[in-house]
């Protein structure tokens, strides 16, 4: 795991006023699952309990911008996050935060997706690693325990889908 994150999550040089971290994720669904939850730039909503909904177009790449509505109950309204890396191949997905309605200046994530063996069967280990500026008027401590907050429901909800759409798939992969 360590290794993992250095070599997939190098992080960049953080400014005084940025916090960064990483966080980690233990799934019991198959990698493929898990990795084209991940990678759907044009539907987070998928998994990611806190938005509503998301105008993207359906050929995303590397470049293409999303706007995105959050639910009511946050300090935030919308998003708009440009796709910075997308790797089928190594599994990777680098999102960057460019605006938007809410405190989280100069927001960078970059998820891994690592194929892991799970109490004898196919599971996957998700690394997710993020940089952002610490809002004015709050400490490194509020701005670490709110990101982490929120990853950290998505991770949970990211393994709840999965794992539903692994239980409902058979082994060859087509839906049953
Ligand atoms: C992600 C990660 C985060 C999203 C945050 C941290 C956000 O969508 C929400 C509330 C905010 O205050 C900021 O990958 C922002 O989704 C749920 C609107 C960016």
Request: hydrophobic residues 30%.
């Given at each position: 795991?360590?290794?993992?994150?250095?070599?997939?999550?190098?992080?960049?040089?953080?400014?005084?006023?940025?916090?960064?971290?990483?966080?980690?994720?233990?799934?019991?669904?198959?990698?493929?699952?898990?990795?084209?939850?991940?990678?759907?730039?044009?539907?987070?909503?998928?998994?990611?309990?806190?938005?509503?909904?998301?105008?993207?177009?359906?050929?995303?790449?590397v470049g293409?911008?999303?706007?995105?509505?959050?639910?009511?109950?946050?300090p935030?309204?919308?998003?708009?996050?440009?796709?910075?890396?997308?790797?089928?191949?190594?599994?990777?997905?680098?999102?960057?935060?460019?605006?938007?309605?809410?405190?989280?200046?100069?927001?960078?994530?970059?998820?891994?997706?690592?194929?892991?063996?799970?109490?004898?069967?196919?599971?996957?280990?998700?690394?997710?690693?993020?940089?952002?500026?610490?809002?004015?008027?709050?400490?490194?401590?509020?701005?670490?325990?709110?990101?982490?907050?929120?990853?950290?429901?998505?991770?949970?909800?990211?393994?709840?889908?999965?794992?539903?759409?692994?239980?409902?798939?058979?082994?060859?992969?087509?839906?049953?």
């Amino acid at each position: 795991e360590a290794e993992l994150i250095t070599k997939f999550h190098k992080q960049q040089q953080i400014g005084v006023h940025q916090c960064s971290s990483s966080l980690t994720k233990r799934i019991k669904a198959p990698t493929d699952i898990v990795w084209s939850l991940v990678r759907s730039f044009d539907k987070p909503q998928k998994y990611k309990p806190f938005v509503s909904e998301c105008s993207s177009r359906v050929d995303f790449k590397v470049g293409t911008v999303r706007e995105v509505n959050v639910r009511s109950g946050l300090p935030a309204t919308t998003s708009t996050e440009r796709l910075e890396l997308l790797d089928d191949e190594q599994r990777i997905f680098g999102v960057r935060i460019t605006g938007g309605d809410h405190r989280l200046r100069n927001y960078s994530s970059t998820i891994t997706v690592h194929p892991e063996t799970i109490e004898g069967r196919p599971g996957t280990l998700v690394i997710e690693s993020f940089i952002v500026d610490v809002p004015d008027g709050n400490t490194t401590e509020e701005t670490y325990y709110f990101v982490q907050y929120l990853i950290n429901c998505n991770h949970k909800c990211l393994a709840e889908v999965s794992e539903k759409i692994a239980l409902h798939t058979n082994n060859s992969g087509f839906a049953i």
